[in-house]
């Protein structure tokens, strides 16, 4: 088939290069020149594992073509899929711009029949704005039908998830269009839900915010942990193997943070908001999660009492391993906080400090974690990636001023710490 994605963000970039691997011929349009240049030497602006050498062979291979024209690329598709972002507006909702721009120029291109997919996590509602913007500006004689695909990768584990995702949610209401995105989809070995357009949207929203919710609720259980003197990760290990709650995104932390769940915890929020629901459940979530942030800046107050002259070592920046993305990362928050106390930071990353440098200022930024721990009156571990996983604790005790470390990912065997002469506080132990 032949497929255009509109957008080379994590979404649209993986899935077009999965869906080309598959042996589809597939386009991807952006608007920055340089950018577009270098998708077609294989240059991919994110770090995700994987991603460069699949770009790379398919480009070579001539089945991924980036470009800026809609002309040439609209009218060859069989489906085209929209995958821009929806950041959020001042007031909390999903900002549909560019959606609704990319939609009027899909349209003037059509050409025959065409089924145009959303992928884009958008508002309940929205599909109504992009039909009737398609059905507008559609030329004489071409035939479209809508589709809502929301996608549910992940970063860090994109590719694997696009190959191998839980489930695919086709939201179209036409047996053309739901036949052109099975058959899109037949390689891929998942159960698909067929449903209507507002109902494949919702599912989108309902899913991410559920998960935010289960990383709220594991924080919560932790913080009540540390009152009353249990052992959260037993706990939230003895919920976990009731297969009704599962074991996944309940591990506590600094709060969950990305591009997505804050911005569509929020945008749930608003949108039931607009229709007079108000989900204070999600409004808690919310707040457990800027709790969680602040409650690491606690603890190291507790540690070190005066923050006045200290030097806080941070290891780890990005929102999570495996990714180079500072978008709502807690690290920020977190340095933020600290820094309005006169705390000095240094802080060390694998993949992100290019773009830690873009958004956090004043912090030296090292080139291990034994840089960071060195002078450091305190370490605090943001980022649970593997390279932290397993330090020379002897050395890094030799090098920090005071051993004091805070665990924000319970990386680290505690009492094993302590024996070694560390002050050691993890998240709910
Ligand atoms: C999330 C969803 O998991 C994807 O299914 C969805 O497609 C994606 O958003 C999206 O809407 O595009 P992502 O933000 O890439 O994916 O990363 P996650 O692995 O979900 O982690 C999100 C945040 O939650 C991270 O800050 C992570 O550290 C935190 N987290 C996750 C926890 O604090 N505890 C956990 O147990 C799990």
Redesign the pocket.
């Known amino acids: 088939m032949t497929i255009t994605f509109i957008g080379h963000g994590?979404?649209g970039l993986v899935t077009a290069a999965v869906f080309a691997d598959f042996g589809n011929k597939v386009y991807v349009i952006g608007h920055t020149k340089d950018k577009i240049e270098n998708l077609n030497k294989g240059i991919i602006p994110i770090f995700e594992p994987g991603l460069e050498e699949l770009v790379k062979e398919n480009v070579a291979a001539k089945r991924l073509i980036f470009t800026l024209d809609y002309k040439i690329s609209i009218p060859d598709s069989d489906i085209v899929f929209i995958a821009v972002g929806t950041p959020t507006t001042k007031t909390g909702d999903a900002d549909l711009s560019t959606v609704l721009l990319v939609a009027e120029q899909i349209a003037k291109n059509l050409k025959g029949y065409t089924v145009v997919a959303t992928k884009s996590?958008v508002p309940t509602g929205t599909n109504k704005k992009v039909r009737r913007i398609l059905e507008e500006f559609r030329p004489k004689g071409t035939e479209v039908d809508y589709a809502s695909v929301p996608?549910?990768?992940?970063?860090?584990s994109?590719i694997s998830?696009t190959v191998h995702p839980d489930r695919i949610v086709i939201g179209a209401e036409s047996k053309r269009a739901q036949e052109a995105l099975i058959k899109v989809h037949k390689q891929i070995n998942a159960p698909v839900i067929l449903t209507n357009f507002d109902t494949a949207e919702l599912i989108?929203y309902a899913?991410?915010s559920f998960?935010?919710l289960?990383?709220s609720y594991?924080n919560a259980i932790a913080k009540l942990s540390e009152i009353l003197n249990a052992d959260a990760l037993k706990v939230l290990e003895g919920i976990g193997m009731d297969k009704r709650i599962g074991d996944?995104?309940?591990?506590?932390?600094?709060?969950?943070?990305?591009?997505?769940?804050p911005k569509?915890v929020k945008a749930l929020i608003s949108i039931a908001k607009d229709n007079d629901y108000q989900f204070s459940l999600l409004e808690d979530v919310e707040n457990i999660n800027h709790q969680a942030k602040r409650d690491i800046v606690r603890k190291a107050r507790k540690i070190l009492g005066d923050f006045r002259g200290k030097r806080i070592g941070i290891l780890g920046l990005a929102?999570?391993a495996n990714?180079d993305d500072m978008r709502d990362?807690?690290a920020i928050d977190v340095i933020n906080l600290l820094q309005n106390d006169g705390v000095k930071i240094s802080a060390f990353d694998p993949k992100s400090i290019e773009n830690a440098e873009r958004v956090l200022k004043n912090v030296e930024y090292k080139k291990d974690p034994y840089e960071v721990a060195s002078g450091a009156d305190l370490l605090i571990i943001l980022t649970?990636w593997n390279e932290f996983k397993e330090l020379d604790f002897a050395d890094i005790k030799k090098k920090m001023k005071s051993p004091n470390i805070i665990d924000g990912r319970n990386l680290y065997d505690g009492e094993k710490l302590r024996k070694e002469g560390f002050t050691y506080i993890g998240i709910g132990r």
């Open positions: 994590y979404v996590t996608e549910f990768l992940r970063e860090g994109a998830d989108k899913a991410n998960l935010a289960k990383i594991a996944k995104f309940l591990s506590p932390g600094p709060g969950y943070g990305g591009s997505c769940f569509d929102y999570k990714t990362a807690p649970e």
